[in-house]
């Protein structure tokens, strides 16, 4: 800002450039400082002051970009040294344009001008009173307003002390004593000015109207400027010459309706406060208020006088209790003449009058604070922001406002575009907002989503066609549609960049579900077997999960694109409940095929320990003798009976469980674990059962092969024994050899019986035979033998489906298993 106040300084003076011109060097001064210099020079002529470049004194011109960038730049050193907000009164301020009219005499708002007003330096917050005058050209507007401005600005003056010394110069808005149109456009003071109300400070702001009434403007630009007034207002005058005529009721007539569709439109008072300011009286000697009340009576009589009434919202708004009217004479010929509006030119009455007028003005200014309809306090921001949007609607409806009634349809059709609007910014809110979800915005491709905007845009021009009227209705669809289009363009350019981006998460995702399914099915498949499953205990499992777990996520935060933490987050959520579920399983399988394991094992050990406790007892004769194979055979299927039993009893799931335990956390989990893992676990539990019988069959077959041999060769030992004690011991050579034979017969018969073996009887033959021929002679091997032969006969018949012996014998000392 100090490099900017450098280049509008002039050389000449050394201050900030006034009324800047520019010379044929391309130099610029101020126009007040250059032609006293070049009043001074030499006979050499007028040269420039810098370059010394000779020039011509008719060739300063007006330099208009300079002159805008001097008023930017002082305005804003103003703002930085103004003291802000409602606990400071400023000194100075200065005229700012809110609107000016383009060639075409359209409406354009400053709205940089605006905030400034309005939304800066604590008005923005705070309850603001808009004095506004309008009314015809060159009837002191703008003098008027100065003189309030002199007033703001001294509020502790007494006894008009306020109005200035006699000679002094009125300065502040822009004003001239001749016919030429001065204020173009709507303007406002810079500063706000604080007065207190109500206990608090509020903000009082001096807004100045072109004349609406001028014969050069049309009507739709009074139209514009009357509706931009009554937004700018909360204390309206109306500036009237000599006497309420009837196009001044004309014009108040036009402007209460404006006012009232502003209102209806915007949601505020149409005219809170309104004075009929009659200028130059001169119809009676009464004046002021007392003159005005009999004025504004008689006006009221002559409406109200005529048949159909011409202006029955004028007289409505002249009977209001908040509407008076005031007369002031005619301010005296040196004013009007062009005086510089000092005291000393003014006549007396009238400087009384504008003393009296600007006073109660003043002193009632907090009184008159801008509200809503429903008489709520209206901050600067919120009527800034009113302000702007009736900007727009002037802008968009370029000739809708050529009469009140045209703007009622004008208003008609923006709250039609308004809602339609609406609707669509809502439209694509939600699909914005579904947009962000990746499971929706997948399931509407971009294609789709553009087929959806099309109809939802045919759908609400079709609506607006039907409820627009005709004023530029084509016009304004044409317009909708392409705001429309570019809308949804836009929204549809982020749209397939986010599908895009969701489309890719979600593959990089769903390979991260693919791989840790596969993952857990292999774990699963390998708990299905009691050995593979038995060397993973569940904590290591859990390990194993984790880690596979923290893999696929950190592969997908590398592939994803973002990456989203929201979504990371849910797919380890996700992928944790599948690895707890697996795990309840697993742990229940594994804790199930430890049980049984154990089962196993006890019922394992106690057959050997059974077998071996029988192979100790069969290497004794006498005991082995007393239990025959036939019965060792049944003890040892009651023993594996009995250890089955057990086993099955012990080895899970077991009926007792499933009945009690296994239901409950069945219905508490609503079959999480299902009734699969309880028949699969059964079934597993039949075929370990089945499995362990047939290993305990096999070592029991073996044990009674090797007990049926020792048994057979303990009871020929023993049968030839017997044969030879009894002949030598008892009887005589031939009562021993038949007692032999006889005895030898009978063991082996015995042992043929037991064997169920022909060759038993075969050994015992022989036996006695030799016995009986040996010791007796012929008696007792003949009488042997044919005991013999008959129990030969009979083992024959009974034993004849017997496999043959193995030809090995077995010692009585070799172990049975």
């Given at each position: 800002m100090e490099q900017l106040r450098e280049d509008v300084t002039s050389s000449i003076c050394l201050d900030i450039l006034e009324d800047p011109v520019s010379i044929e060097c391309g130099h610029n001064f101020c126009r007040g400082c250059l032609a006293a210099h070049w009043s001074e020079v030499s006979a050499q002529g007028p040269c420039c002051p810098e370059c010394w470049t000779p020039c011509s004194t008719g060739r300063m011109v007006p330099d208009t970009r300079v002159k805008n960038l001097v008023e930017k730049i002082t305005e804003h050193l103003q703002e930085e040294t103004e003291p802000q907000g409602p606990g400071a009164q400023p000194e100075m301020g200065r005229p700012v344009q809110l609107v000016h009219l383009?060639?075409?005499?359209?409406?354009?708002?400053?709205?940089?001008?605006?905030?400034?007003?309005?939304?800066?330096?604590?008005?923005?917050?705070?309850?603001?009173?808009?004095?506004?005058?309008?009314?015809?050209?060159?009837?002191?507007?703008?003098?008027?307003?100065?003189?309030?401005?002199?007033?703001?600005?001294?509020?502790?003056?007494?006894?008009?002390?306020?109005?200035?010394?006699?000679?002094?110069?009125?300065?502040?808005?822009?004003?001239?004593?001749?016919?030429?149109?001065?204020?173009?456009?709507?303007?406002?003071?810079?500063?706000?000015?604080?007065?207190?109300?109500?206990?608090?400070?509020?903000?009082?702001l001096l807004v100045d109207t072109e004349g609406s009434m001028d014969i050069e403007r049309n009507k739709e630009t009074s139209v514009k400027l009357s509706a931009m007034s009554m937004l700018l207002s909360s204390y309206q005058i109306l500036n009237i010459l000599s006497e309420v005529k009837d196009p001044d009721l004309e014009y108040l007539e036009m402007f209460v309706h404006v006012a009232e569709e502003v209102g209806k439109e915007y949601g505020l008072e149409p005219i809170q406060k309104l004075d009929l300011l009659v200028r130059d009286w001169s119809s009676s000697l009464v004046l002021g208020v007392e003159g005005g009340e009999e004025h504004l009576r008689f006006i009221r009589q002559m409406l109200k006088a005529k048949t159909p009434c011409k202006h029955l919202k004028a007289l409505e708004v002249l009977s209001r209790i908040r509407t008076r009217c005031y007369l002031m004479p005619f301010p005296g010929t040196r004013i009007t003449m062009g005086s510089e509006g000092t005291l000393r030119d003014m006549d007396e009455d009238f400087r009384e009058s504008l003393r009296d007028y600007v006073t109660t003005l003043v002193s009632s200014a907090g009184q008159h604070l801008r509200r809503d309809r429903h008489g709520e306090l209206l901050t600067?921001?919120?009527?800034?922001?009113?302000?702007?949007?009736?900007?727009?609607?002037?802008?968009?409806?370029?000739?809708?406002?050529?009469?009140?009634?045209?703007?009622?349809?004008?208003?008609?059709?923006?709250?039609?575009?308004?809602?339609?609007?609406?609707?669509?910014a809502d439209f694509l809110k939600k699909k914005d907002d579904l947009s962000q979800c990746m499971d929706d915005c997948l399931k509407v491709d971009p294609g789709a989503m553009e087929e959806q905007l099309v109809e939802q845009r045919r759908s609400l021009l079709g609506r607006c066609r039907e409820e627009m009227k005709e004023l530029e209705k084509e016009t304004l669809l044409m317009e909708l549609e392409a705001e429309l289009t570019r809308e949804?363009?836009?929204?549809?350019?982020?749209?397939?960049?986010?599908?895009?981006?969701?489309?890719?998460?979600?593959?990089?995702?769903?390979?991260?579900?693919?791989?840790?399914?596969?993952?857990?099915?292999?774990?699963?498949?390998?708990?299905?077997?009691?050995?593979d499953c038995l060397k993973v205990d569940p904590g290591a499992m859990v390990q194993q999960l984790a880690k596979q777990r923290r893999t696929l996520l950190g592969r997908c935060r590398e592939e994803m694109k973002g990456p989203e933490e929201t979504l990371l987050t849910a797919l380890e959520a996700e992928l944790t409940r599948e690895a707890e579920t697996f795990l309840e399983t697993y742990g229940e399988r594994y804790?199930?095929?430890?049980?049984?394991?154990?089962?196993?094992?006890?019922?394992?050990?106690?057959?050997?320990?059974?077998?071996?406790?029988?192979?100790?007892?069969?290497?004794?004769?006498?005991?082995?003798?007393?239990?025959?194979?036939?019965?060792?055979?049944?003890?040892?299927?009651?023993?594996?009976?009995?250890?089955?039993?057990?086993?099955?009893?012990?080895?899970?799931?077991?009926?007792?469980?499933?009945?009690?335990?296994?239901?409950?956390?069945?219905?508490?989990?609503?079959?999480?674990?299902?009734?699969?893992?309880?028949?699969?676990?059964?079934?597993?539990?039949?075929?370990?059962?089945?499995?362990?019988?047939?290993?305990?069959?096999?070592?029991a077959k073996a044990f009674l092969e090797a007990y049926g041999k020792r048994f057979k060769n303990f009871a020929i030992a023993a049968g030839a024994a017997a044969g030879a004690a009894a002949g030598v011991l008892v009887l005589a050579p031939v009562a021993a050899a038949a007692a032999a034979g006889i005895t030898a017969a009978a063991i082996a018969a015995e042992a043929a019986v037991v064997l169920g073996m022909t060759e038993a009887v075969a050994i015992g033959v022989g036996t006695g035979a030799m016995a009986g021929m040996c010791v007796g002679g012929g008696v007792g091997g003949g009488v042997g033998g044919n005991i013999a032969q008959q129990d030969m006969n009979r083992a024959e018949a009974t034993g004849s489906e017997v496999e043959e012996d193995d030809p090995e014998e077995l010692s009585d000392t070799t172990p049975l298993i």
């Open positions: 383009d060639e075409e005499e359209n409406l354009i708002l400053d709205e940089e001008a605006l905030s400034r007003c309005l939304e800066q330096g604590g008005v923005g917050d705070a309850p603001v009173c808009l004095v506004s005058i309008v009314g015809v050209k060159r009837r002191g507007k703008s003098f008027l307003l100065n003189y309030l401005l002199r007033r703001l600005r001294s509020p502790d003056a007494r006894d008009g002390a306020w109005m200035g010394r006699e000679d002094e110069p009125l300065k502040g808005f822009e004003w001239r004593a001749d016919m030429q149109r001065v204020t173009k456009g709507v303007w406002a003071w810079s500063q706000p000015f604080w007065v207190p109300a109500e206990g608090e400070k509020v903000a009082v600067g921001t919120q009527l800034a922001a009113k302000i702007k949007n009736l900007s727009d609607v002037m802008k968009r409806h370029r000739s809708g406002f050529a009469s009140p009634c045209q703007m009622v349809i004008t208003f008609h059709n923006q709250r039609v575009l308004d809602r339609a609007h609406a609707a669509h949804a363009k836009t929204f549809l350019e982020t749209y397939r960049r986010r599908y895009q981006h969701h489309a890719t998460n979600k593959r990089a995702m769903d390979r991260a579900r693919t791989d840790y399914a596969d993952f857990l099915k292999e774990k699963g498949s390998l708990s299905q077997r009691m050995v804790q199930c095929y430890a049980t049984n394991q154990r089962a196993m094992d006890r019922a394992r050990a106690g057959h050997a320990a059974f077998l071996k406790e029988k192979d100790r007892d069969s290497r004794n004769p006498v005991k082995c003798l007393k239990v025959r194979p036939s019965e060792m055979a049944k003890q040892l299927a009651e023993q594996r009976g009995h250890l089955l039993g057990q086993c099955r009893k012990d080895m899970l799931p077991n009926e007792e469980a499933l009945g009690t335990e296994l239901e409950v956390e069945l219905m508490q989990k609503k079959e999480a674990l299902g009734t699969e893992l309880e028949e699969e676990l059964m079934q597993k539990k039949e075929a370990q059962l089945t499995e362990l019988k047939a290993g305990l069959t096999r070592e």
